[in-house]
């Protein structure tokens, strides 16, 4: 059983398009996130949301709106695409507690033309 | 603010012991972990320190100095499929406990 799933494995569109990518854990964990990792490899926080409720909120253009229907669900709504936006964008969730490990899901490959 | 540090590559023989480095500087320390992510995969959780000394598990081990802000993580009896990067990153208790990625270091173990 897949524990973290993201669709689509791979995404590629034009400038402007407004796109999503959508995430689903059943691991029963209240904590989800979104990374982007870049063609330089370095893996970077976007949002994490603990029970539906977002805490985390980085620096990233206003054009990026995740949205968690529930606490398994955290999608990923990006508008108006730029060439900067290609990326793997991974999902991840974690249960909480003292270790609070991440457990990441496949990983979506956008590029945008 | 939030800095790690590791190298960039590292090159390894199969059946050897390599020790990749991390340095971090961070104003709310609340864990270092290490990950493996082998090329066009997600990242896995291998390692967590959050009191200083060493965490053992099977060929890898994790070296936690808090007052240092380094961390190691060894690898022994090279295989070649410990070829990968390896993702050093600290949980910062500031912001929301947000867990900050180094850029990983390329592990490339030959034969």
């Known amino acids: 059983d897949t524990a973290v799933s993201q669709t689509p494995k791979y995404l590629v569109t034009q400038m402007g398009n407004d796109k999503s990518i959508k995430c689903e854990q059943n691991l029963g964990h209240d904590t989800m996130y979104w990374y982007k990792q870049d063609s330089k490899k370095f893996l970077k926080i976007m949002f994490s949301y603990n029970n539906k409720e977002l805490i985390i909120n980085e620096t990233v253009p206003n054009r990026f709106s995740p949205k968690s229907p529930d606490k398994a669900h955290l999608n990923l709504h990006i508008n108006s695409l730029e060439l900067g936006d290609s990326a793997v964008y991974f999902c991840?969730?974690?249960?909480?507690?003292?270790?609070?490990?991440?457990?990441f899901g496949p990983g979506t490959r956008l590029t945008v033309l | 603010g939030q800095n790690i540090d590791q190298p960039t590559e590292m090159t390894a023989t199969e059946g050897a012991i390599v020790q990749i480095n991390c340095t971090y500087q961070t104003s709310g320390f609340n864990g270092l972990f290490w990950y493996q992510q082998h090329a066009g995969e997600a990242p896995t959780f291998l390692s967590y320190n959050v009191l200083d000394g060493l965490e053992e598990k099977g060929r890898f081990s994790s070296f936690l100095s808090r007052s240092k802000g380094y961390s190691y993580l060894l690898l022994k009896e090279l295989q070649m499929k410990d070829s990968a990067s390896y993702l050093c990153?600290?949980?910062?208790?500031?912001?929301?406990?947000?867990?900050?990625f180094g850029a990983g270091t390329r592990l490339f173990v030959k034969a």
């Open positions: 991840a969730s974690s249960q909480g507690g003292t270790k609070d490990e991440q457990f």
């Open positions: 990153a600290v949980r910062d208790r500031t912001g929301g406990f947000k867990t900050i």
